[in-house]
């Protein structure tokens, strides 16, 4: 079964940048889309960035311009590399591959 493992999430000061990771098992991940979701308090899970196989990419409008998804199929790892951080963007971020969810790591941005 796929299982999903993000880190990386941290407390960041408005205008900075981090980078957040994925790490996959338990299934052939070189051949599979992966997605990233998050979820701020009080709100609903929102779509955020997504990876093709083909590392076609697609992003969010309120994302495009300060987010970048990528993959390295050799550690079978997504990473999401976020900058311009805004309060607006505190929430606990989700990977999700073939319908199997990760636990999250938690994007706090704070003066």
């Known amino acids: 079964q796929v299982q999903l493992v993000e880190s990386g999430g941290d407390l960041v000061q408005p205008g900075g940048s981090l980078r957040i990771s994925c790490a996959v098992s338990g299934s052939s991940f070189s051949r599979n889309t992966v997605a990233w979701y998050r979820q701020a308090p009080g709100k609903q899970r929102e779509f955020v960035a997504r990876?093709?196989?083909?590392?076609?990419?697609t992003y969010a409008d309120s994302v495009k311009g300060r987010f970048t998804i990528t993959r390295d199929n050799a550690k079978s790892t997504v990473y999401l590399q976020i900058n311009s951080l805004t309060p607006e963007d505190t929430a606990v971020y989700y990977c999700?591959?073939?319908?199997?969810w990760g636990q999250g790591t938690q994007v706090t941005v704070s003066a």
């Open positions: 990876i093709y196989k083909d590392v076609r990419t």
């Open positions: 999700t591959m073939n319908g199997a």
